[in-house]
Structures are given as C-alpha cells and as structure tokens.
C-alpha cells in the first residue's frame, strides 16, 4: 500500500484499518445504546390505550 508515494508495511495499513474499525464499532455501539434509552423514554412517556382504559376506570369509580 502507498501514502503520498511512500509505501507502507502491510503490517501497519492493517493495524490501522483495525483501528478503524474499532472506532466504528464503538461509535455504532454509543449510537445504539442512545437510540434504546430514546425509544425507551419515547414509550414510556406515551400512554398506551390500556393505561387510558384503567385512569378511565378509576375516575368513575370515584365519582
């Protein structure tokens, strides 16, 4: 492999291309973990009709 016509070791374009690939796959698994938590607040802050069915319920049953 060359840089600006300077060969490089293959030992070293693969070490780099690990590194690479590491950085990806650490960025991947930070964009997951925050994709997750936002789902997880997403739904938990949405009332799902059977929640809306039992407040229903119970404010009748106090009135």
């Not at 693969?14 to 925050?34: D, F, G, P, W």
């Amino acid at each position: 492999m060359t840089l600006s016509g300077f060969s490089m070791p293959p030992e070293i374009s693969h070490n780099r291309a690990m590194e690479i690939i590491a950085e990806y796959l650490t960025i991947s698994s930070e964009q997951r973990v925050k994709a997750q938590m936002q789902f997880e607040e997403m739904m938990i802050s949405r009332e799902m009709p059977i929640e809306m069915a039992f407040k229903a319920a119970i404010v009748n049953k106090k009135a």
